[in-house]
């Protein structure tokens, strides 16, 4: 994948409990199969408790590639 939009993220993050964790996401995208551009982007939130998906979008901001 040559960029990861926030939408693409998402995809991965289907099912998602929230609140949830910086790395409950990110466990929760790795089980779903999410590519190495998905993780990264990912690996990049800060370490806070996402309340919404909409949440962990606006995190992501610019940070996705």
Do not use: W
Request: proline fraction near 5%; avoid cysteine.
């Amino acid at each position: 994948m040559a960029r990861a939009t926030a939408v693409d993220v998402q995809k991965y993050l289907k099912g998602v409990t929230y609140p949830a964790s910086k790395n409950d996401i990110l466990r929760k995208a790795e089980k779903a199969g999410a590519d190495v551009d998905i993780r990264e982007a990912l690996e990049n939130l800060p370490d806070d408790e996402f309340e919404t998906p909409a949440q962990v979008s606006k995190a992501l901001g610019g940070k996705t590639h």
